[in-house]
């Protein structure tokens, strides 16, 4: 094992204890290490996707933070051949959450992920993807949900 320090905000590392105290971990170290283990499946899994996709992008962001809607927006602008619709919702005083419904080769869906994920201001990005409607077809029964066998609800 290795040992790191690092800084985080007070408030997020008060969140997580928050979440281990319910879950009933006993460590924060491995708390952490269970963290980091969901982050990586959760980016392996959204690279391993490929072909055409359904799928839709979660936004949520501070729309106070400096340019960060012109940035959504132009980002957005920049794949509408992907992007069927979005909705906005003015979640509370300082969050909007935007629903981007996604139909499109599943490289161009990711970039259009990162890319919203790596903006000042956006607090969480999260992509749902499930199959198109072709390999619904050729699976009868299956529901979306084999697709997210990595995708832990916890
Ligand atoms: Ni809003």
Avoid at 15 to 32: A, H, M, N, P, T
Avoid at 36 to 51: A, H, K, P, T, V
Avoid at 124 to 134: P, R, Y
Wanted: aromatic share 6%.
């Amino acid at each position: 094992m290795m040992r790191i320090s690092m800084s985080l905000p007070k408030k997020l590392l008060a969140e997580f204890d928050e979440v281990l105290k319910d879950r009933g971990y006993q460590s924060r170290s491995k708390g952490i290490r269970d963290a980091l283990s969901d982050y990586i499946l959760r980016y392996q899994w959204m690279n391993e996707m490929e072909g055409k996709r359904v799928g839709v992008i979660t936004v949520i962001y501070d729309h106070h933070f400096t340019g960060v809607m012109e940035s959504l927006a132009d980002i957005q602008h920049d794949f509408r051949e992907e992007i069927n619709a979005s909705m906005h919702i003015h979640m509370t005083h300082k969050y909007c959450m935007e629903v981007i419904v996604v139909n499109g080769d599943v490289t161009q869906i990711r970039e259009l992920t990162e890319r919203m994920m790596r903006l000042k201001g956006v607090e969480h990005v999260k992509l749902t993807s499930t199959a198109n409607g072709e390999s619904l077809d050729r699976e009868p029964g299956l529901e979306s949900s084999h697709d997210h066998s990595h995708d832990h609800s916890h």
